[in-house]
DNA sequence: AAAGAGCTCAACCGCCCTAAG
DNA sequence: TCTTAGGGCGGTTGAGCTCTT
């Protein structure tokens, strides 16, 4: 940004006449909003004179768009949100207004902040290029199975205590605990204490691994399949372990859980059926 | 309480596309 | 066909806020 990007409101006449930049009045915001009350939005340059405003029509574009709009939101995305942009960056990548198109009251500008100072974050964290297939496994695979629950665990609620969401952290932490993911949930570490067997992705019935949890939440899923809690499955098969079904991804055979703070073990599910143990030492 | 580090997000930049003349 | 202006979009910046030490 240019060293005079933030400097404006000179007192002096010469200046009066230059563009204004940096943040909106309270004036202005009000200029903005009463001229499109009246005439609408577009034609943002002439919009930008005729409303008295000593802006570029695109940052009056930009403002109205990005803030001053009836219909944007405030505040914190929602792990619905979250899961939502997970999905739909997978698919389309950087296309941050097509993405937006999908949340309504979310401007693209705030999605590709929180992709930035999230996920990217994420990523950086564990070492790993965003753009790798290993980093979308992990998101797949970890962090919207995590995101599912959370939203589980918030319909059902207050109710339940038995799960400690805590804020979201501005990093993954890893505790005696257990783990702190990007969507805030504490979850416990030590899978071997769960020593259960574990049902592969491909052994899914589609039609049940459909569950009600998930395309409740989730009905626009790319997956093409379905992320199964033991007690989410629909089939209510008692799996205590988590499984993972990546539906139509090649990497559906891949789960990662986290080993430390800085390593991700990767599962390889190539074999029909596993013990959490065998499992275990496979990886 | 103060200082420094880290984080968030509003705003700008620059490139690209499209339509009008 | 070429030029130009408007608009859209992804990338980047930095002020101000929050957190940590």
């Not at 890893?174 to 979850?187: I, L, N």
Request: aromatic share 10%; proline share 4%; hydrophobic share 30%.
């Amino acid at each position: 940004m240019s060293s005079n990007t933030k400097s404006f409101s000179s007192s002096s006449s010469e200046d009066d006449n230059e563009l204004r930049r940096g943040p909106w009045t309270l004036e202005e915001d009000t200029l903005l909003i009463q001229y499109i009350a009246r005439h609408g939005e577009g034609r943002w340059n002439l919009l930008a004179n005729r409303a008295g405003l000593r802006r570029t029509g695109k940052s009056c574009r930009l403002r109205w768009l990005n803030y001053l709009k009836p219909d944007v939101k405030r505040g914190n995305l929602t792990p619905e949100e979250q899961l939502l942009i997970l999905d739909l960056h997978s698919k389309w990548g950087n296309r941050w207004s097509k993405i937006a198109q999908y949340l309504p009251g979310r401007t693209d500008n705030e999605i590709k902040n929180y992709w930035r100072t999230r996920v990217q974050k994420q990523a950086k964290h564990l070492k790993i290029d965003t753009d790798s297939t290993e980093f979308q496994n992990i998101i797949r695979c970890f962090w919207m199975p995590r995101l599912l629950q959370k939203i589980g665990d918030q319909n059902q609620l207050a109710a339940s205590h038995q799960h400690s969401i805590t804020a979201p952290p501005s990093q993954p932490q890893f505790t005696e605990q257990g783990a702190v993911d990007m969507s805030g949930f504490v979850y416990d570490l030590d899978i071997k204490k769960q020593n259960t067997e574990c049902i592969l992705p491909s052994e899914l019935p589609m039609e049940s691994s459909n569950t009600s949890q998930f395309s409740e939440y989730y009905p626009s899923s790319s997956f093409g399949g379905a992320i199964v809690r033991n007690d989410h499955f629909v089939n209510n098969n008692s799996h205590d372990m988590e499984v993972f079904n990546l539906g139509n991804s090649a990497a559906a055979d891949t789960c990662y859980v986290p080993e430390s703070e800085s390593n991700w073990l990767e599962i390889d599910f190539s074999c029909s059926m596993w013990n959490m143990d065998e499992l275990l030492q496979r990886c």
